[in-house]
């Protein structure tokens, strides 16, 4: 069992930085890829981010070169640092942790493929 709670959330200007924290419970979590996904306002979920156990990423193309993922096992917290962010990164983030670690971009970046997720953050960009 893993439980994950997302905080760093908030509300920021264009241009800005922000940095998520997922702070997972269970010793589960070193043997858990990680993953980060947003719910933007009116649309479905999508993908942001994952990293592998052995420290792979993966990024979705609109965040590429601006958010970078990261993973600290010994405070068992995964980190979605995010630069440069624009309004329509506005969304719910979401932590989400796999028992499993699939051998493809894509099958990481599926959310069936996640077994736990968190209870969301919040982060609006204004223009």
């Known amino acids: 069992q893993v439980q994950l709670v997302e905080s760093g959330g908030g509300l920021v200007q264009a241009g800005d930085s922000l940095r998520l924290s997922c702070a997972a419970s269970?010793?589960?979590?070193?043997?858990?890829?990680m993953g980060w996904f947003r719910q933007p306002p009116g649309k479905e979920r999508e993908f942001v981010s994952a990293?592998?156990?052995?420290?792979?990423?993966y990024y979705a193309d609109s965040v590429k070169g601006r958010f970078t993922i990261s993973r600290d096992s010994a405070k068992n917290t995964v980190y979605l640092q995010m630069n440069s962010l624009k309004p329509e990164d506005t969304a719910v983030y979401y932590c989400?942790?796999?028992?499993?670690?699939?051998?493809?971009?894509?099958?990481?970046?599926?959310?069936?493929?996640?077994?736990?997720w968190g209870q969301g953050t919040q982060v609006t960009v204004s223009s």
């Open positions: 269970g010793r589960a979590f070193s043997r858990s890829a």
């Open positions: 989400a942790a796999s028992i499993v670690t699939f051998p493809t971009a894509e099958a990481m970046a599926a959310m069936r493929n996640y077994d736990y």
């Open positions: 990293i592998r156990r052995s420290g792979g990423t």
